[in-house]
């Protein structure tokens, strides 16, 4: 008799969990049987360039819970799909909102929710202009799911992409990570953290646009880390420009009770998603006028230099350690926190 040892079988016939969580399985979701349908082409981006200065986003929201320590998801809705309009160097002029309910959601909670998606629009200077209604039976769907679109319009000197990085940029990051997936986990499961770890959700359009004001073309990438955190947000910069890049761990900042959680549950907080923060890659030459832009806003007052691009393996993201070794921060191959937007 011929022993073997068994290969883990790859689902490759059903969508999984895992296709969802904008890691290794979502990417090639969407290369090997979204894109090639679509005719898409080029590097996967938070928004579509469409002439020379409209920029069009769209982002579906499907959380639980609904609502969670530091916001909810009519909030997040909105301020998702501002952000996904300014990685693109785009100013956000309007929203459409659309819902899919679940039969028997309490009418309190909708109107609870909607009036945040409007407050949250209101304080971005976004309007919601348009939007879509639909109800589905008991089980269809898991009480309430939120798409929202948004436009907006390139600003001036904004060429911001995934594929621009380029040897020599700086890596910066504007403010500390791991919080949204920390609070959401947390109020699903009733972990005890909800006290001490919030939801990061806020709009960064204003946060960007000072940056463009300050640093021009010279801002090459941006990209909000929310699915896979900041390794995948890295990962995906690296991979689109064939470059490799550095980061110095200890730089990276990690809240206590986030770090704490993330020991307690044995996750990398480099894979934990994030809704108000963002990480840019910048030309030395404007890297100080950028930061001093960015700090003179409290969305951005705690931005710290994380790393650089280099002249390592294209593609590759490495994180040099406290006890001086470094490690390959690769991005996620499943799912570690569903649902977290």
Same mark, same amino acid.
């Given at each position: 008799?011929?022993?073997?040892?068994?290969?883990?079988?790859?689902?490759?016939?059903?969508?999984?969990?895992? @296709?969802?969580?904008?890691?290794?399985?979502?990417?090639?979701?969407?290369? /090997?049987?979204?894109?090639?349908? &679509?005719?898409?082409?080029?590097?996967?981006? %938070?928004?579509?360039?469409?002439?020379?200065?409209?920029?069009?986003?769209? %982002?579906?929201?499907?959380?639980?819970?609904?609502?969670?320590?530091?916001?909810?998801?009519?909030?997040?809705?909105? @301020?998702?799909? !501002? *952000? %996904?309009?300014?990685?693109?160097?785009?100013?956000?002029?309007?929203?459409?909102l659309a819902y899919i309910i679940e039969e028997g959601l309490p009418i309190s909670e909708l109107r609870d929710i909607t009036h945040s998606a409007a407050a949250a629009a209101r304080a971005a200077?976004?309007? +919601?202009?348009?939007? $879509?209604?639909? !109800?589905?039976?008991?089980? #269809?769907?898991?009480?309430?799911? +939120?798409?929202?679109?948004?436009?907006? !319009?390139?600003?001036?000197?904004?060429?911001?992409?995934?594929?621009?990085?380029?040897?020599? %940029?700086?890596?910066?990051?504007?403010? #500390?990570?791991?919080?949204?997936g920390i609070s959401i986990l947390s109020a699903r499961e009733g972990l005890g953290f909800e006290a001490d770890v919030l939801s990061d959700s806020q709009p960064l359009h204003e946060l960007v646009?000072?940056?463009?004001?300050?640093?021009?073309?010279?801002?090459?990438?941006?990209?909000?880390?929310?699915?896979?955190?900041?390794?995948?947000?890295?990962?995906?910069?690296?991979?689109?420009?064939?470059?490799?890049?550095?980061?110095?761990?200890?730089?990276?900042?990690?809240?206590?009770?986030? #770090? #704490?959680?993330?020991?307690?549950?044995? &996750?990398?907080?480099? @894979?934990?998603? *994030?809704?108000?923060?963002?990480?840019?890659?910048?030309?030395?030459?404007?890297? $100080?006028?950028?930061?001093?832009?960015?700090?003179?806003?409290?969305?951005?007052?705690?931005?710290?230099?994380?790393? /650089?691009?280099t002249h390592g393996m294209p593609g590759r993201v490495l994180a040099h350690t406290l006890v001086g070794s470094s490690r390959v921060v690769d991005v996620l191959v499943g799912e570690q926190l569903?649902?977290?937007?």
């Amino acid at each position: 008799m011929t022993l073997s040892c068994p290969v883990p079988r790859v689902e490759t016939e059903r969508v999984l969990l895992g @296709h969802g969580s904008g890691g290794q399985l979502m990417a090639e979701l969407i290369a /090997e049987v979204i894109s090639p349908e &679509l005719g898409l082409t080029g590097p996967l981006e %938070d928004a579509a360039l469409i002439g020379l200065d409209q920029v069009f986003s769209t %982002d579906s929201y499907v959380v639980t819970p609904r609502f969670f320590p530091g916001g909810d998801i009519g909030s997040l809705a909105v @301020h998702g799909t !501002v *952000n %996904d309009l300014a990685m693109r160097g785009a100013r956000p002029i309007a929203l459409s909102l659309a819902y899919i309910i679940e039969e028997g959601l309490p009418i309190s909670e909708l109107r609870d929710i909607t009036h945040s998606a409007a407050a949250a629009a209101r304080a971005a200077g976004v309007p +919601i202009v348009t939007g $879509d209604t639909k !109800v589905v039976g008991r089980g #269809a769907a898991d009480g309430l799911y +939120i798409t929202t679109t948004g436009v907006g !319009v390139r600003l001036r000197d904004a060429w911001p992409s995934a594929a621009s990085a380029v040897r020599g %940029d700086v890596v910066l990051l504007s403010g #500390a990570i791991g919080g949204h997936g920390i609070s959401i986990l947390s109020a699903r499961e009733g972990l005890g953290f909800e006290a001490d770890v919030l939801s990061d959700s806020q709009p960064l359009h204003e946060l960007v646009a000072a940056m463009i004001a300050a640093g021009g073309a010279d801002v090459h990438a941006l990209r909000d880390p929310t699915r896979g955190g900041l390794a995948g947000s890295l990962n995906e910069i690296a991979t689109a420009s064939g470059v490799c890049v550095e980061i110095v761990e200890s730089a990276v900042p990690v809240p206590v009770p986030v #770090a #704490a959680a993330c020991d307690l549950l044995g &996750l990398d907080p480099l @894979h934990v998603a *994030n809704e108000g923060c963002l990480v840019a890659f910048v030309a030395p030459a404007s890297v $100080d006028a950028v930061v001093k832009a960015m700090r003179a806003l409290p969305e951005g007052a705690e931005t710290t230099i994380i790393g /650089e691009v280099t002249h390592g393996m294209p593609g590759r993201v490495l994180a040099h350690t406290l006890v001086g070794s470094s490690r390959v921060v690769d991005v996620l191959v499943g799912e570690q926190l569903p649902r977290i937007c």
